[in-house]
T-cell receptor, first 114, second 115 residues
Framework: KQEVTQIPAALSVPEGENLVLNCSFTDSAIYNLQWFRQDPGKGLTSLLL?????REQTSGRLNASLDKSSGRSTLYIAASQPGDSATYLCAVRANTGTASKLTFGTGTRLQVTL | GAVVSQHPSWVICKSGTSVKIECRSLDFQATTMFWYRQFPKQSLMLMAT?????????EQGVEKDKFLINHASLTLSTLTVTSAHPEDSSFYICSVRGNSNQPQHFGDGTRLSIL
């Protein structure tokens, strides 16, 4: 059974810092990995999707890497801003079947202070 | 812009009533739709997976007669919580996915409070 863990569970950084969020998964046989952010009381916003054949994806100040063999992914946020404050979730997808599900990590709650 | 529209965003109702939540895919035809629930400070828990035109597949422990899912078209799925009780109070989120290479997109969620 796939298990996804995110470290740290919570993180507080001053504005402007670069930071790294970690995601690890126990079964390396994944199809893709997706990073989301969730604001309080809201749904999830997709940030980046990395296919199993890819090593990294970038969008603006965000960069996600994937090391499938070691079961790890990182989300790098450059020059953090207060608006980045949210809970960040990673999720892995096992296979290509239409019914294949995402397994979510426990999330990292990020607070960027002024 | 938004990819998924979920309605209503918040509903309060009396115990024993049924509540319907709609989930619409705005930008593409959603082959597969998912329904999740989330308790405070916890991650998402998958309730069921549905493909257009077929019966939903429910996760273990989720009562299919209580949580009715209708995925009638490639852009619309509904979740009906029947005879709702206070323990059904939660945050319900739908999600859509197109083909296998596309990311999964989520609605803004529905906060359900049963009095």
């Amino acid at each position: 059974k796939q298990e996804v863990t995110q470290i740290p569970a919570a993180l507080s950084v001053p504005e402007g810092e670069n930071l790294v969020l970690n995601c690890s998964f126990t079964d390396s046989a994944i199809y893709n990995l997706q990073w989301f952010r969730q604001d309080p009381g809201k749904g999830l916003t997709s940030l980046l999707l990395i296919q199993s054949s890819q090593r990294e994806q970038t969008s603006g100040r965000l960069n996600a890497s994937l090391d499938k063999s070691s079961g790890r992914s990182t989300l790098y946020i450059a020059a953090s801003q207060p608006g980045d404050s949210a809970t960040y979730l990673c999720a892995v997808r096992a296979n290509t079947g239409t019914a294949s599900k995402l397994t979510f990590g426990t999330g990292t709650r990020l607070q960027v202070t002024l | 812009g938004a990819v998924v529209s979920q309605h209503p965003s918040w509903v309060i109702c009396k115990s024993g009533t049924s509540v319907k939540i709609e989930c619409r895919s705005l930008d593409f035809q959603a082959t597969t739709m998912f329904w999740y629930r989330q308790f405070p400070k916890q991650s998402l828990m998958l309730m069921a997976t549905s493909n257009e035109g077929s019966k939903a597949t429910y996760e273990q422990g989720v009562e299919k007669d209580k949580f009715l899912i209708n995925h009638a078209s490639l852009t619309l799925s509904t979740l009906t919580v029947t005879s709702a009780h206070p323990e059904d109070s939660s945050f319900y989120i739908c999600s859509v996915r197109g083909n296998s290479n596309q990311p999964q997109h989520f609605g803004d969620g529905t906060r359900l409070s049963i009095l």
